[in-house]
């Protein structure tokens, strides 16, 4: 039997991670991570299980509608929820992005960094983009970090999040820069 996520798109791996589309079994991490004022900072803050119930809605129906989304990160061995990453697209977003969550017991494992890069692989290859941005808040020094790992640029642009009460920056790079960046990623 196809699950809804398999109907959904592609099952993406690393050499250590899965990244999948979600799923609702995905709501109780889900609600973890974003109950975390630490991981939520600069995400538009914590949010009660209702909300995040509506972001996880919103997440499989970003798939429904733009044929693409956040994918769900699983470790390939243990199966372990570690967070979400993809390409993002919102209604009145100010272009297509590729962003992260790792949730904090995750962090400093390299995940988000090796889950976007397979992400950026993705849409460069299979969806046709032609660049891509990263919205990050100007105090997240760890998102940036990824970024810059990344090869991505801070365009100096800082625009408001449609929906949230937040300025971000715009990060990206091109097809072009990522072909060489992930290149050198590979060294």
């Known amino acids: 039997m196809t699950s809804l996520s398999d109907a959904l ?9 899965r990244l999948r589309p979600p799923q609702e079994s995905d709501l109780e991490p889900l609600i973890a991570v974003m109950g ?8 538009g ?17 970003h798939w429904a509608i733009r044929g693409y ?11 372990d929820w570690i967070g979400r990453v993809g390409p993002w697209y919102p209604h009145e977003w ?23 890069a397979r992400a950026l692989d993705w849409v460069f290859d299979d969806l046709g983009w032609e660049s891509v941005a990263h919205l990050i ?6 998102s940036a970090s990824v970024a810059r790992k990344l090869g991505s640029t801070n365009s100096g642009r800082e625009v408001a999040v449609p929906g949230f009460d937040m300025q971000v920056d715009i990060w990206g790079q091109s097809r ?8 050198a990623l590979q060294r």
């Open 45 to 61: 803050g914590v949010q009660s299980p209702p909300l995040v119930w509506r972001a996880l809605a919103a997440l499989i129906g």
């Open 176 to 183: 072009e820069d990522w072909s060489r960046n992930r290149a």
């Open 36 to 43: 975390d004022e630490e991981t939520a900072r600069y995400i």
């Open 94 to 116: 100010p272009q297509p992005e590729v962003g992260w969550t790792i949730a904090r017991q995750h962090w400093g494992k390299g995940y988000a960094a090796e889950a976007a």
């Open 69 to 79: 989304g956040f994918f769900v990160l699983e470790d390939r061995e243990t199966g």
């Open 9 to 17: 798109g592609p099952v993406l791996e690393t050499p250590r991670l």
């Open 137 to 142: 808040h100007k105090d997240n020094a760890g």
